[in-house]
């Protein structure tokens, strides 16, 4: 028992690629990287020169890459995003602006990654750096590109992903009985006709999952050189740390990859 509990002392720090999405994102992930830093471990951040909230920091070596917008225009199309997310209206009259606002963030975001994938001299440091995983929040799948180039295990960081992207990729259950679909602002105890509602919401929603990722499946598929899709990259993922807590969530089915981490930026009075 003596020996084993001495070998508790002399695991590795590890070297970790951390690829963050900004905004509310990042402030929860900021948190887990102060904590990781705090354990010894090495951790790089990418991002672009234009952010809202990642800003360089004692914790992490932080590389940045040119950014296709300006401060001003990204922290106007994030506020009309979110804006829309409280607006009250039918099914109909959210789905066409969640529509427009996700085509014009996801147009910014494309963007961004496609200048990260063409900067050879950051790729080739990423590349040397030999890394030990790919930490990421794979609402932008920008890093599970990057995760497949350089053959890293990913581990996943997020709240939860559109149209049920989550489920796909992890292969896990999603039964439409009592796990409420987007924009149906259902609960998880529902009537037979609200059960037939929420299998049909299912449709619009996989054409507005399709609609937003598409472009990152065209970018990765000629980044690595073979058709593949954010499906694909996303099923390679390791571990996936969910911002969930069945305290306040509707319950779901879970699988063995799929860690509930709710609560974890929660501040400590």
């Known amino acids: 028992v003596v020996l084993l509990l001495s070998l508790l002392g002399l695991a590795a720090a590890g070297k970790l690629l951390v690829v963050p999405v ?63 997310s409280f607006e009250q209206g039918s099914f109909l009259e959210r789905f066409v602006k969640a529509y427009k606002g996700i085509k014009r963030i996801s147009n910014l975001e494309v963007s961004s990654c496609e200048l990260l994938l063409q900067n050879k001299e950051l790729i080739r440091y990423l590349e040397e750096s030999k890394f030990d995983a790919l930490f990421t929040d794979p609402f932008i799948p920008c890093g599970a590109i990057l995760a497949e180039h350089l053959s890293l295990p990913a581990v996943y960081f997020l709240r939860g992903l559109p149209c049920g992207l989550d489920f796909d990729a992890t292969q896990c259950p999603n039964p439409p009985s009592y796990v409420p679909r987007g924009f149906t602002q259902l609960t998880d105890r529902m009537s037979f006709l609200q059960r037939v509602k929420n299998l049909l919401f299912s449709i619009p929603n996989l054409f507005l999952c399709d609609f937003a990722f598409q472009p990152y499946s065209k970018l990765a598929s000629e980044f690595l050189q073979r058709e593949v899709t954010v499906l694909d990259l996303l099923r390679k993922g390791s571990v996936w740390l969910m911002r969930i807590e069945f305290v306040l969530d509707y319950p779901r089915p879970l699988m063995p990859n799929i860690i509930p981490i709710g609560g974890v930026n929660c501040a400590h009075k």
């Open 22 to 84: 900004d905004g509310s994102h990042w402030l929860s992930m900021r948190e887990v990287l102060d904590m990781l830093r705090q354990k010894g471990h090495e951790v790089v951040v990418v991002a672009p020169e234009v952010s809202l909230h990642i800003k360089p920091s004692k914790n992490y070596v932080m590389k940045t890459y040119p950014a296709p917008y300006t401060h001003e225009e990204m922290e106007k199309e994030f506020q009309a995003f979110f804006h829309f």
